[in-house]
C-alpha cells in the first residue's frame, strides 16, 4: 500500500504521464485531429483557422518559403512589440517561443545571437500549431467545442505581452487580437442592474490596446486607466491587476472594470457584473482573463482628461561611493516616496549599481501649475541634500495641460524579441519600506552580488512602482496591493549567444538571491501577476526541437497561489472549479493549474491523486 501511494510521485519525477484521455492529445499522438477534422473547424470558423508556419522560416535556405526580402522585414522588425503584437503566434520573449525559429542573418547567427541558430535550422517549436483569427462569440464557442471534443490543449493570445500565457506547445490557439469594438458611453449602468450608479465608461472589445483606447477617448477630452506601454490590450492587462501611470488615483485596472462579456468553458455567453454572475466578475478582475472563460469585450471607467504636473529626480554616487553607502541612501528615500503617494504624487524610478544611478519620475494630476509638486518634493531633495558626501542630485520639473501628452511620447521597448530574461519582483509594504535598514540589506545583496553573473548576461536592473491604489475593492486581486508602497522588479537578460550554463546561473540566483532576499523582506505580501516572468521548469519538447540553449531551471515564484492572490486564491479556485471544471482553459501559474502539470515529452496531462 506505501508502495502504492508513491508511484505516481515517482512517475510526475520522472515525466512519465499517464496514457489516454488523461493528458491532452499532441501533435504526434495518434489521437490528434486528422486533417478532415481541422477543415471541419475551418469551415464551422468561417475560414479564420490558420495553420501555422514559422515567421522566421522565411530566412532560412531549407524552408519552402524562403524569401530574402521578407527576411530583410523581418529582420528590421522583430525587436518591435508591435510585430509581435500584430502576429498571430509570436511573442515577444524567444524563450517561449523555444528559440526554435528565430529569425537569422545571411552567415547563420539569429537576431537573438545564436551563431549556430542557421545550422539548426527552423522548426515550430513552442508556437501553437494551429490558430483561429476569432471576432465572434460563434467563433470563440466552436473553437472551444472543437478543443473539448478532441481533447487539444487550448491557448488564448492577444498581443503576446505575457509570453509565457500566450504560447503553448502542441496547442490550438486562440488570436483575440482583431475584436477590435470600441464605444464611448456617457451614461453607462451595467445590464439587468437598474439600481447601479451610472458611469461615463467605454466598452472595448478583447483586441483593443491601450494606445488605441486612449487615442479615441482624447478626441474627446476623455481618459482611462491603462497600462505603461500603448501596445498592451487592455483586457489582459486589467484582468491581470493592471497598474499605469493613472491608477493611484483613479483605481487598479482590476477596480475599472464595470461589465464584462465572456464565453465560459462550458459554450455559455455570460455577461458580468455586481448584479449577474457576480462570482465570475469578483474573479476575472485580478484573477486573470483567460482562467475563468474567453473575454470578448469590457466595459470600463472613463474620466474628464487630467491636466499634469511631473518631476524628475536624478541621483549618481560619487566616484568613491561604495555599494553599502549608494543602496543605503537608496533606502533611505524609500519612506519619502510613500509619503509623496499619499500626497497624490505617483511615480516609477530605475535604480543600478553599475553605475550608480536612480531616477524617481512623478506625476501629479488635476493642477495648474507645478508649484504643488515643487513644494511636495522639497522634503525628499532636502533628505538627498544632507547625503551630498556620497550623492549627487538634479531635479526639474514641468506641467502639461493633459496627460495625454506623455502617452503619446512613451517609447514601446525596443529589445522585444532579442533576449531572454529572468525577473524577480515583490510588493512591499509601507511597514516593510520604513524599516530602511533591512530594506538597505536586501537592495545591497540584490544590487551587488548579481554583478558577478558570468559573461554576457546584464547586471540586475531594479525598477519600482509607486502608482499604487490603496481603496480597497472587493475582487480576486491580491490584498497585498492596497497595503504596498511599490512594487520592487529585479530583472537579468541575456542573448542567445550566452552557454546554457551561464543562463542557469543567472536564472538560480534570480531565483535564490535576488527572489530569496525579495520573499525574505516581505514575507506576508506578494507580486504582481501580470509581472512575474518565469522562466522553463524543463524541456517542454521532444528532442527533435530542442536547441542548444534550453535548459533546466526552477524560478518558478515559491507557494505561487498565495504570492499571485493571497487569500482570495481559494475563492478564486473554487470559481474555476464552477465554471472551467474540465480544466480546458490552463496556463503556468494561473488559478487551478496545478490540477495539470507540463512533462518534459511536452505532454500536459492530469496531475496523479492519492487514491489509496
Given at each position: 500500500m506505501r508502495l502504492l501511494s508513491l508511484l505516481p510521485a515517482w512517475l510526475l519525477a520522472h515525466g512519465v504521464a499517464a496514457a489516454g484521455p488523461q493528458c491532452k492529445c499532441a501533435p504526434f499522438d495518434s489521437c490528434w485531429p486528422s486533417a478532415a477534422e481541422w477543415s471541419s473547424l475551418n469551415e464551422t470558423v468561417s475560414g479564420r483557422l490558420m495553420k501555422t508556419i514559422p515567421p522566421g522560416s522565411v530566412c532560412y535556405e531549407s524552408e519552402l518559403n524562403y524569401n530574402q526580402v521578407a527576411c530583410k522585414y523581418l529582420l528590421e522588425n522583430w525587436s518591435d512589440s508591435r510585430y509581435h503584437s500584430s502576429n498571430?503566434?509570436?511573442?515577444?520573449?524567444?524563450?517561449?517561443?523555444?528559440?526554435?525559429?528565430?529569425?537569422?542573418?545571411?552567415?547563420?547567427?539569429?537576431?537573438?545571437?545564436?551563431?549556430?541558430?542557421?545550422?539548426?535550422?527552423?522548426?515550430?517549436?513552442?508556437?501553437?500549431?494551429?490558430?483561429?483569427?476569432?471576432?465572434?462569440?460563434?467563433?470563440?464557442?466552436?473553437?472551444?467545442?472543437?478543443?473539448?471534443?478532441?481533447?487539444v490543449r487550448l491557448n488564448i493570445k492577444n498581443t503576446g505581452h505575457n509570453p509565457e500565457k500566450s504560447s503553448?506547445?502542441?496547442?490550438?490557439?486562440?488570436?483575440t487580437h482583431h475584436m477590435k469594438q470600441l464605444k464611448i458611453h456617457h451614461h453607462f449602468k451595467p445590464?439587468?442592474?437598474?439600481?447601479?450608479?451610472?458611469?461615463?465608461?467605454?466598452?472595448?472589445?478583447?483586441?483593443?490596446q491601450d494606445g488605441e483606447l486612449l487615442e479615441k477617448l482624447a478626441k474627446r477630452n476623455l481618459t482611462a486607466v491603462t497600462g505603461?506601454?500603448?501596445?498592451?490590450?487592455?483586457?489582459?492587462?486589467?484582468?491581470?491587476?493592471?497598474?499605469?501611470?493613472?491608477?493611484?488615483?483613479?483605481?487598479?485596472?482590476?477596480?475599472?472594470?464595470?461589465?464584462?462579456?465572456?464565453?465560459?468553458?462550458?459554450?455559455?455567453?455570460?455577461?458580468?457584473?455586481?448584479?449577474?454572475?457576480?462570482?465570475?466578475?469578483?474573479?476575472?478582475?485580478?484573477?486573470?482573463?483567460?482562467?475563468?472563460?474567453?473575454?470578448?469585450?469590457?466595459?470600463?471607467n472613463v474620466f474628464p482628461m487630467p491636466s499634469l504636473s511631473t518631476a524628475t529626480i536624478t541621483i549618481s554616487g560619487k566616484n568613491a561611493t561604495s555599494s553599502r553607502a549608494w543602496w543605503r541612501v537608496i533606502s533611505s528615500i524609500h519612506p519619502k516616496l510613500a509619503k509623496l503617494q499619499d500626497a497624490g504624487v505617483m511615480g516609477y524610478y530605475t535604480a543600478a549599481s553599475s553605475p550608480y544611478s536612480f531616477q524617481y519620475t512623478?506625476?501629479?494630476?488635476?493642477?495648474?501649475?507645478?508649484?504643488?509638486?515643487?513644494?511636495?518634493?522639497?522634503?525628499?531633495?532636502?533628505?538627498?541634500?544632507?547625503?551630498?558626501?556620497?550623492?549627487?542630485?538634479?531635479?526639474?520639473?514641468?506641467?502639461?495641460?493633459?496627460?495625454?501628452?506623455?502617452?503619446?511620447?512613451?517609447?514601446?521597448?525596443?529589445?522585444?524579441?532579442?533576449?531572454?530574461?529572468?525577473?524577480?519582483?515583490?510588493?512591499?509594504?509601507?511597514?516593510?519600506?520604513?524599516?530602511?535598514?533591512?530594506?538597505?540589506?536586501?537592495?545591497?545583496?540584490?544590487?551587488?552580488?548579481?554583478?558577478?553573473?558570468?559573461?554576457?548576461?546584464?547586471?540586475?536592473?531594479?525598477?519600482?512602482?509607486?502608482?499604487?491604489?490603496?481603496?480597497?475593492?472587493?475582487?480576486?486581486?491580491?490584498?497585498?496591493?492596497?497595503?504596498a508602497a511599490v512594487h520592487l522588479i529585479s530583472s537579468v537578460q541575456w542573448n542567445d549567444l550566452l552557454p546554457a550554463s551561464d543562463a542557469e546561473e543567472a536564472i538560480a540566483g534570480m531565483t535564490n538571491i535576488t527572489g530569496y532576499a525579495l520573499r525574505q523582506l516581505a514575507?506576508?505580501?506578494?507580486?504582481?501577476?501580470n509581472?512575474?516572468?518565469?522562466?522553463?521548469?524543463?524541456?517542454?519538447?521532444?528532442?527533435?526541437?530542442?536547441?542548444?540553449?534550453?535548459?533546466?531551471?526552477?524560478?518558478?515564484?515559491?507557494?505561487?497561489?498565495?504570492?499571485?492572490?493571497?487569500?482570495?486564491?481559494?475563492?478564486?479556485?473554487?470559481?474555476?472549479?464552477?465554471?472551467?471544471?474540465?480544466?480546458?482553459?490552463w496556463c503556468h501559474h494561473c488559478v487551478g493549474s496545478e490540477s495539470l502539470i507540463q512533462q518534459s515529452n511536452g505532454a500536459l496531462c492530469a496531475v496523479f491523486e492519492d487514491v489509496y
Open positions: 498571430p503566434v509570436t511573442v515577444s520573449d524567444p524563450l517561449w517561443s523555444n528559440g526554435s525559429c528565430t529569425p537569422i542573418y545571411p552567415n547563420g547567427t539569429s537576431v537573438s545571437g545564436d551563431p549556430n541558430a542557421g545550422a539548426k535550422g527552423c522548426s515550430i517549436g513552442f508556437l501553437s500549431p494551429y490558430v483561429v483569427n476569432a471576432t465572434t462569440a460563434q467563433q470563440v464557442k466552436a473553437t472551444l467545442h472543437f478543443a473539448k471534443k478532441h481533447n503553448a506547445y502542441g496547442s490550438l490557439s486562440l488570436w445590464s439587468n442592474c437598474s439600481s447601479a450608479k451610472s458611469h461615463m465608461a467605454a466598452t472595448v472589445g478583447a483586441g483593443v505603461t506601454n500603448s501596445d498592451v490590450d487592455v483586457a489582459g492587462w486589467a484582468t491581470g491587476g493592471g497598474h499605469g501611470i493613472l491608477t493611484g488615483v483613479y483605481g487598479m485596472g482590476a477596480d475599472n472594470i464595470i461589465e464584462a462579456s465572456i464565453v465560459t468553458p462550458q459554450g455559455d455567453l455570460l455577461t458580468a457584473s455586481e448584479c449577474q454572475n457576480e462570482d465570475l466578475f469578483w474573479a476575472i478582475r485580478g484573477g486573470g482573463g483567460g482562467t475563468f472563460g474567453v473575454i470578448l469585450s469590457l466595459t470600463v512623478m506625476f501629479q494630476f488635476n493642477t495648474t501649475n507645478t508649484s504643488s509638486i515643487d513644494r511636495l518634493i522639497q522634503p525628499l531633495t532636502k533628505h538627498i541634500q544632507r547625503h551630498n558626501e556620497t550623492v549627487e542630485a538634479s531635479s526639474f520639473s514641468s506641467w502639461l495641460p493633459d496627460w495625454y501628452s506623455i502617452e503619446k511620447i512613451a517609447p514601446l521597448g525596443g529589445d522585444a524579441g532579442l533576449s531572454r530574461r529572468a525577473r524577480a519582483t515583490r510588493l512591499l509594504s509601507r511597514k516593510v519600506v520604513e524599516d530602511t535598514d533591512s530594506l538597505w540589506k536586501a537592495l545591497e545583496m540584490i544590487g551587488e552580488k548579481n554583478t558577478a553573473f558570468k559573461g554576457g548576461v546584464s547586471g540586475p536592473s531594479l525598477s519600482g512602482t509607486l502608482t499604487i491604489s490603496h481603496k480597497p475593492v472587493d475582487s480576486a486581486l491580491n490584498p497585498a496591493w492596497r497595503d514575507p506576508d505580501s506578494g507580486v504582481y501577476y509581472e512575474v516572468l518565469q522562466t522553463l521548469p524543463d524541456l517542454y519538447l521532444p528532442a527533435k526541437y530542442k536547441t542548444n540553449n534550453t535548459f533546466k531551471a526552477n524560478s518558478w515564484e515559491p507557494n505561487w497561489q498565495w504570492a499571485f492572490w493571497g487569500p482570495n486564491y481559494p475563492r478564486a479556485l473554487s470559481i474555476k472549479q464552477k465554471y472551467d471544471p474540465d480544466n480546458l482553459l
